[in-house]
């Protein structure tokens, strides 16, 4: 029965969190990166903020622009200190939806008596003269399986998630004001988290590899918040 009660929590757990690792939840990363074949030779960067009405004294824009600045950086970038060693400008906007419900269902199985697996008898015999008495019990011993299966449906909330970065030539720019786009990487992910502070150095700890790059398709990651490449993100431990 014990036995039993375990697998049953186990089951509703799996059911309503998900895939987990040792009880963290994954999060599974889209990223989608288009790149120009100037792109590798632009490295030294400027970082702006793309989301309309966001400056630069926006604190949440400087703890997000601190983990692309650190990723960036690892990825042989180098922050320029001023607009004129600049040769490279790069846009940082991101974002949240709305929450969206789904409806799942699941079923549980349910745990009783399914028959009898053995029976025992025990009794006395008694003799008087030439007659002989019996007194008897018999024991069923009771098996136990699933007798059949409850069925439950309940809601879970979806968030879009996503992190744009586009690399614009910043050295043509100066020249000839031309928007030249060297390279545009989008991350995305779903799930059941609403607060973007904690997606958001998962999304670019996903897409440290394909910054800046050609990845031809998009690219699937799944990874959880302890991966080291978001502890880097966030600056807890060195590449």
């Known amino acids: ?24 939840p994954k999060f599974n990363v889209k990223v989608s ?6 792109a590798p030779q632009k490295k030294t960067y400027l970082l702006l903020p793309g989301n309309e009405g966001v400056t630069w004294e926006d604190l949440q824009f400087q703890e997000y622009a601190s983990y692309v600045m650190r990723m960036l950086n690892s990825l042989g970038f180098k922050y320029a200190e001023s607009s004129k060693n600049a040769e490279l400008v790069v846009f940082l906007s991101y974002g949240i939806g709305d929450p969206d419900e789904h ?29 002989m008495t019996y007194s008897g019990t018999t024991v069923h011993t009771p098996s136990y399986g699933i007798t059949g299966y409850n069925t439950y449906t309940g809601t879970r909330t979806v968030y879009f998630r996503y992190v744009n970065l ?7 720019y ?7 786009q ?58």
């Open 182 to 239: 060297l390279w545009k990487t989008t991350i995305t992910s779903s799930g059941s988290s609403g607060d973007l502070r904690r997606v958001f150095p998962v999304l670019i700890g996903a897409s440290g590899q394909y910054i800046g790059k050609n990845t031809n398709q998009e690219v699937s990651v799944s990874l959880h918040e302890n991966d080291p490449s978001v502890r880097f993100v966030k600056g807890e431990t060195e590449k």
């Open 174 to 180: 100066q020249r000839s004001e031309k928007k030249v």
């Open 1 to 24: 029965m014990i036995i039993f009660k375990l697998a049953t929590t186990f089951l509703v757990a799996f059911l309503l969190v998900g895939c987990a690792t040792l009880g963290q």
């Open 33 to 38: 990166s288009l790149a120009s074949a100037e």
């Open 103 to 131: 409806q799942y269902s699941y079923s549980l199985p349910v745990y009783g008596k399914t028959g009898v697996s053995s029976s025992s008898t025990y009794g006395t015999a008694t003799a008087y003269g030439n007659h």
């Open 166 to 172: 586009i690399g614009y030539d910043f050295s043509e």
